[in-house]
């Protein structure tokens, strides 16, 4: 049996473990808050990860690319939601791979809904609102929601999936407190927008909201049918920031070796090939576990700068040291490799592979 010590550096290793027990309990969590759960697997990218959420309960899975959906499609997952405004380029690709499977679309844009129409199939449409985060979707009080609304749900070759939301500005709670907050404002915009919906005349089917960190501490989800957190099945040092987990709750740590020791600082193996430049919380490139079993990160060492392959460390150590590394951005880390090795202990159980191509 292959072990950690005897692994090539940089290695992105994912903890079963861990993972098997985050899944469950989000499962869980899922089913007390009275809504269906559509995991999100841009983080992971991984079908076997998608088979262990599909055996917890999953009631369907969240794609960020057509790529995506179609690797999915291909090994047998059947309904999708395509999280991400259409792009209209690749609307015919949508229509192929909607007579395949049941590929739920998602619009904020007259544009869309009439490219959408002239399509003349039978596409399951999401309408995009605004919670707050202000990246992409309709504002919930404006006529313009009403309007596509309206359209889509009368259109006679397109399904209204009902209204769906991404509460990204969670992302900037400074609190568990303000994060609670926020999981509650985007849970109260998204049901007033479909009771205004309804008064309208608009039979609204589903409510759709999600992300990792709110749906981690949202105390209830009442009016709101389904919730698509992806991040949670690795989570990751910023969600440890925001109080969604701790550190013992992250599957996913590169594992790297010191290739140069230097009077105030040590360099690493893995840069932002391995880890991603996102800056997260801004005061560290990635964390170092001291313990990793124990869940306890290094409170003094950790990376302070990436350039393409070399990791810079914020103190000397001895070249050949090996260190696990929690990075900020599990998503963006795990798009970096192109299998996880999967690791029980120190043991390595499996490598699964990672579907990060584009078209």
């Not at 907050?181 to 007033?192: G, H, Y």
């Not at 009771?195 to 009016?223: F, H, K, N, Q, Y």
Request: aromatic residues 6%; charged residues 25%; neutral net charge.
């Amino acid at each position: 049996m292959e072990r950690l010590d005897q692994l090539p550096t940089p290695a992105l290793l994912l903890d079963l473990e861990v993972l098997e027990r985050n899944v469950a309990r989000m499962a869980r969590r899922a089913q007390r808050l009275g809504v269906a759960l559509r995991p999100h697997v841009k983080t992971h990218k991984c079908l076997e990860i998608a088979e262990l959420q599909e055996r917890h309960g999953a009631a369907g899975f969240t794609v960020s690319t057509l790529d995506e959906a179609r690797v999915f499609v291909d090994r047998g997952f059947t309904d999708l939601t395509w999280a991400f405004p259409l792009p209209l380029s690749r609307l015919a690709e949508a229509r192929r791979l909607a007579q395949r499977a049941n590929l739920r679309l998602l619009v904020d844009s007259p544009q869309a809904v009439a490219a959408l129409e002239a399509q003349e199939h039978p596409f399951h449409v999401w309408l995009k609102v605004d919670c707050g985060y202000h990246r992409a979707g309709v504002d919930p009080s404006s006529g313009m929601a009403l309007e596509l609304a309206r359209r889509i749900a009368t259109a006679p070759r397109l399904v209204f999936d009902g209204i769906l939301t991404h509460s990204g500005q969670a992302y900037d709670a400074p609190s568990v407190e303000a994060l609670r907050a926020v999981a509650e404002e985007e849970r109260r915009v998204m049901v007033d927008c479909a009771e205004r919906l309804r008064a309208a005349g608009i039979a609204v089917p589903r409510v759709s909201v999600g992300s990792t960190p709110a749906t981690s501490v949202a105390e209830s989800l009442d009016g709101v049918d389904e919730a698509r957190p992806g991040n949670y099945v690795f989570y990751d040092h910023v969600q440890v920031a925001l109080g969604a987990c701790t550190a013992a709750d992250c599957a996913l740590t590169v594992l790297a070796s010191v290739v140069s020791r230097q009077r105030d600082h040590a360099v690493v193996d893995a840069g932002a090939l391995a880890l991603s430049k996102d800056p997260g919380t801004g005061t560290t490139m990635g964390e170092i576990y001291r313990d990793y079993a124990g869940g306890i990160l290094d409170p003094e060492l950790r990376l302070v700068a990436l350039s393409q392959e070399h990791g810079h460390l914020n103190r000397p150590l001895a070249v050949g040291e090996r260190l696990r590394i929690l990075p900020n951005h599990s998503c963006l880390t795990a798009a970096c490799f192109d299998h996880y090795t999967v690791v029980r202990g120190d043991e390595v159980v499996g490598r699964w592979r990672i579907w990060r191509q584009r078209t």
